[in-house]
């Protein structure tokens, strides 16, 4: 009895794999802003998840257009379309919010305070620091939306011809080819183990962190006991 086939397998390295490589990173990042404003919009400016969710937006929207030591930035792509001429400005809006406000607090947008507390009488009476913050309008983030789609349809316009090229590609392969390609590394760890202190590599592998405590019948295969 021969054993089923494996339903996946991982392309080899070449060229038209590793711009797919940053394409694919590149989306995932859009998506992300993508659905956490949407996120945001459906909880309403008045929300208290309003500011978290539309920083997060901004964050994950940037990624793409700042320096990487694995990717290509996005707008150094010659794939990739341009922001659109009528959306610059708000690209540079969102960017600059990023830089000052959401990764830095070098902006006006966020103002502490050092106030006192007076009685009827105008004596002071506590001493209060607060913050003063502006968080994004509704308005911009209708317009950011607009933004992210474009931004997602102009990484979809330079995925579909790699996509198309490596479709072409695979045409003569066998199955005997295909499996021998190596598959990606897989690491089990603990979730207690969880952290981000190794860059991704050209290789693929992916840590997959799991609870240290399953009950029997949920363990995975590969899980320490």
């Given amino acids: ?3 089923p086939q494996p339903p996946l397998a991982l392309l080899p390295d070449m060229p038209d794999t590793r711009l797919l490589v940053e394409l694919t990173s590149h989306a995932s990042d859009l998506s992300e802003a993508s659905h956490t404003l949407a996120s945001a919009l459906a909880a309403g400016e008045s ?5 978290p969710l539309t920083s997060h937006a901004v964050t994950a929207y940037i990624r793409p257009f700042i320096h990487s030591n694995v990717r290509t930035r996005l707008d150094e792509m010659p794939e990739v379309p341009a922001v659109p001429p009528s959306m610059k400005w708000l690209h540079q809006a969102i960017r600059q919010y990023r830089n000052t406000t959401i990764a830095h607090s070098q902006s006006n947008l966020a103002l502490p305070l050092p106030i006192v ?5 105008g004596q002071a009476t506590k001493v209060a620091p607060i913050s003063l913050i502006n968080q994004m309008p509704l308005a911009i983030a209708e317009r950011f939306a607009a933004l992210i789609l474009a931004m997602e349809d102009a990484v979809d316009q330079a995925t579909q011809p ?3 090229r490596l479709h072409v590609w695979l045409r003569d392969k066998t199955a005997g080819e295909v499996m021998n390609w190596d598959p990606p590394e897989v690491v ?6 969880f952290n981000a202190g190794e ?3 050209p290789f693929p592998r992916f840590s ?3 609870q240290k405590h399953l009950p029997c019948e949920e363990r995975f295969v590969g899980e320490p006991a």
Avoid: I, K, N
Wanted: without cysteine; proline residues 0%; negative net charge.
């Fill in 1 to 3: 009895m021969t054993s």
């Fill in 47 to 51: 929300s208290e998840l309003w500011l």
């Fill in 117 to 121: 507390l007076l009685d009827d009488a």
């Fill in 162 to 164: 790699v996509l198309d």
């Fill in 188 to 193: 089990h760890a603990t979730a207690l183990e």
């Fill in 199 to 201: 860059r991704r590599t």
């Fill in 208 to 210: 997959a962190f799991w």
